[in-house]
């Protein structure tokens, strides 16, 4: 079983990495790529921050929403959906949060079917509906233990297990987020940037169990230091420290769903040594 990392971690990425692509079909295999990615790294959070059309911010967050959800549970929660259409075609992301049947692991997700002042009827993917002895809401997604034969409601972020992302919207732009969210340690990804071999040391100081750890990624059109440049903004003075994931590339430019794969791969290495 896959437990978490010691610290949080939050990608960041444009919406208008959907906007290079005409394809319905091919849009939705790059979104389900991303949530392997991100699943794969053990990613907490990931941010959309809008430079394109909203219609994207919107296709991609309900996408990545509907691929973190365990299967069984997509029906109560999710309703017929044109940007889910081809959602069929992704691979499951088979994270401990996605047990099958006759998973033996002693948390679910469930969906509240039923409930009184007294117990409640939930649907962990079991066969049957379970008893939880506690009242709660009705129609709500609930995390459940299970406690010998009782299944009891606990917090996600008590679970040592990688436990799913959590997707985040700003229509705002990049730079707004950053403003309202407190990170102890910004990660921005530039071909500008240091090279990866000259600071992995300093990245690897600041990877501390319990830190806020966020990565930035520009768009397929736009670098960092362009998406800043057009709000009169300095991208330095939003990240702790600017790098060159792959120095001496061999192609002119890397799509941002590549430098993603790239990113978070190093980040997980300098995370072991």
């Not at 069929?88 to 002693?106: A, C, K, N, V």
């Not at 736009?222 to 939003?238: Q, R, T, V, W």
Request: charged content about 25%; aromatic content about 10%.
């Amino acid at each position: 079983m896959s437990l978490k990392k010691s610290y949080n971690l939050t990608v960041c990425i444009p919406s208008s990495i959907v906007s290079i692509i005409d394809s319905p079909i091919e849009r939705t295999i790059l979104i389900g790529q991303i949530a392997r990615t991100i699943s794969i790294y053990k990613v907490n959070k990931i941010v959309i921050y809008m430079d394109s059309e909203k219609k994207d911010v919107l296709f991609i967050k309900e996408l990545l929403e509907y691929l973190e959800t365990p299967q069984y549970l997509r029906k109560y929660l999710f309703p017929i959906s044109k940007n889910l259409r081809y959602a069929g075609y992704l691979p499951p992301l088979r994270t401990p949060h996605h047990p099958t049947i006759d998973s033996d692991i002693e948390y679910r997700e469930g969906f509240v079917l039923e409930s009184n002042d007294k117990e409640s009827v939930v649907d962990i993917g079991f066969k049957e509906p379970i008893i939880c002895p506690y009242p709660l809401m009705r129609n709500r997604r609930v995390t459940l233990k299970r406690e010998k034969n009782t299944w009891i409601p606990v917090r996600k972020e008590d679970i040592p297990y990688y436990w799913g992302y959590e997707v985040v919207v700003d229509f705002k732009g990049l730079h707004h987020h950053l403003d309202n969210y407190n990170y102890d340690y910004v990660i921005a990804t530039s071909r500008l940037g240091k090279p990866i071999n000259m600071v992995f040391k300093e990245i690897k100081e600041n990877l501390k169990p319990g830190k806020n750890i966020a990565i930035l990624f520009g768009s397929p059109r736009e670098g960092l230091y362009d998406i800043f440049l057009k709000y009169s903004l300095n991208l330095e003075d939003y990240c702790d420290i600017i790098v060159n994931m792959v120095p001496n590339q061999g192609t002119q430019t890397i799509r941002t769903e590549e430098a993603l794969i790239i990113s978070l791969a190093i980040l997980s290495f300098i995370d072991t040594i």
